[in-house]
T-cell receptor, first 117, second 114 residues
Framework: GAVVSQHPSRVICKSGTSVKIECRSL??????MFWYRQFPKQSLMLMAT?????????EQGVEKDKFLINHASLTLSTLTVTSAHPEDSSFYIC?????????????FGAGTRLSVL | GQNIDQPTEMTATEGAIVQINCTYQ??????LFWYQQHAGEAPTFLSY????GLEEKGRFSSFLSRSKGYSYLLLKELQMKDSASYLC???????????????FGKGTKLSVIP
């Protein structure tokens, strides 16, 4: 299946710092990528939809000024957690759809575990 | 709104068969997915149904009834490595740029015991 690469896999940072997470589609182009957050024992919650060349669409309750999304190319989207605080500690997962495949399957990156001290 | 229900936990014996059910009520429907997620890892794609009926793929099968808002994932010949969470996800809302959103259920944690 298609490959989605996400880096870094784990981040430990001090409160108040910013953290940047990259999501790349390695063998297909993705005009749309999705960013999810998952707290322990909870399901994936969609944070925002990243659209190449335009502004991201944020879900209700997600602060767009805190979670900056940039989708500068058809293979790269970045999520920056600005001024991270302990409550932002979570598992962040990106996803992209391979529109070249009939089923439009959505593939996931390996996730980034963020721990804010 | 969207509402996707699946059991929280299930336990089954190695070599046995287990069925994980999923019911959904969504504002739109454009396919149902099952994903497997091991602890601390990202979900991996298992199956996709958009029409009613059964899709078989090796030890895994998935069934869909759109009129009933119901799906199940069937795992045969269970192996210890099948212990994981299984997520039911419905593709519903239009996200623009040729794409729909996936709404996930809370997942079913399956424990396979010897």
């Amino acid at each position: 299946g298609a490959v989605v690469s996400q880096h870094p896999s784990r981040v430990i940072c001090k409160s108040g710092t910013s953290v940047k997470i990259e999501c790349r589609s390695l063998d297909f182009q993705a005009t749309t990528m999705f960013w999810y957050r998952q707290f322990p024992k909870q399901s994936l919650m969609l944070m925002a939809t990243s659209n190449e060349g335009s502004k991201a669409t944020y879900e209700q309750g997600v602060e767009k000024d805190k979670f900056l999304i940039n989708h500068a190319s058809l293979t790269l989207s970045t999520l920056t957690v600005t001024s991270a605080h302990p409550e932002d500690s979570s598992f962040y997962i990106c996803s992209a759809r391979d529109l070249g495949v009939a089923k439009n399957i959505q593939y996931f990156g390996a996730g980034t575990r963020l721990s804010v001290l | 709104g969207q509402n996707i229900d699946q059991p929280t936990e299930m336990t089954a014996t190695e070599g046995a068969i287990v069925q994980i059910n999923c019911t959904y009520q969504t504002s739109g429907f454009n396919g149902l997915f099952w994903y497997q997620q091991h602890a601390g890892e990202a979900p991996t794609f298992l199956s996709y149904n958009v029409l009613d009926g059964l899709e078989e793929k090796g030890r895994f099968s998935s069934f869909l009834s759109r009129s009933k808002g119901y799906s199940y994932l069937l795992l045969k010949e269970l192996q210890m490595k099948d212990s994981a969470s299984y997520l039911c996800a419905v593709r519903d809302q239009w996200a623009g740029a040729g794409s729909y959103q996936l709404t996930f259920g809370k997942g079913t944690k399956l424990s396979v015991i010897p």
